[in-house]
């Protein structure tokens, strides 16, 4: 009796002290959740194309970016660790942010995308190629794409991507030249371009 007793209470300090643990990890330092400062400007823009849509109130409340280091190798530039209930992190790969060769439209749009699976909860528009599936997440995507559980957006007519959402960056000239549709097409305003047999030239003009 004495015994079971004794690991009674040995059993509740353990789970004590697990729970403080638990706890004090939590317990977030609103420092750790700060989006960081050189992020702000794109996703200052990203509000101002969401036409009212989304406020920085609602991006603070749900999801926050920082750059840091990537593994070695990996051709990942940045992404969104989903945590249902907690607050969402987004990581941007700190040496593709840092390459001088990187555009101002490629950081925009990588922080777009990754906001899109974040903020707005929207999957890729394509699958991810079979040598880049490296997640359980991937895998499973690829999988649904394969069971047409997700829509696969197509190109538009002149060969740029359906969505800011595809897995892979967009070239400056896509993001330029269908900005305003890119935009559209993220925030669910229209319904993504669907090609047709005989493509009327307002058609392109439009996307
Ligand atoms: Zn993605």
């Given at each position: 009796m004495k015994k079971l007793a004794?690991?009674?209470?040995?059993v509740s300090q353990a789970m004590l002290l697990f729970l403080?643990?638990?706890?004090?990890?939590?317990?977030?330092?609103?420092?750790?959740?700060?989006?960081?400062?050189?992020?702000?400007?794109?996703?200052q823009e990203l509000i101002d194309g969401s036409n009212g849509t989304v406020t920085w109130e609602d991006i603070n409340q749900n999801v926050f970016i920082k750059i840091e280091k990537f593994e070695e190798n990996t051709k990942a530039v940045g992404r969104c660790h989903y945590q249902p209930i907690f607050i969402k992190k987004i990581t941007l790969n700190k040496d593709w942010w840092n390459n001088r060769y990187v555009t101002q439209h490629e950081r925009f749009q990588v922080i777009a995308h990754e906001l899109g699976h974040c903020f707005l909860n929207r999957p890729h528009t394509q699958p991810t190629d079979k040598e880049d599936v490296s997640s359980p997440s991937a895998y499973l995507e690829n999988q649904a794409f394969k069971n047409g559980l997700i829509t696969k957006i197509p190109d538009l007519p002149d060969g740029c991507e359906g969505s800011i959402m595809h897995p892979y960056t967009l070239s400056d000239y896509c993001i330029v030249t269908h900005y305003t549709y890119y935009m559209d097409e993220l925030f669910g305003r229209i319904k993504f371009y669907t090609p047709t047999k005989k493509e009327p030239q307002w058609i392109l003009k439009h996307y």
């Open positions: 004794k690991i009674r209470v040995v403080i643990t638990t706890l004090s990890c939590s317990t977030l330092n609103p420092k750790d959740i700060e989006t960081d400062k050189v992020v702000k400007i794109y996703i």
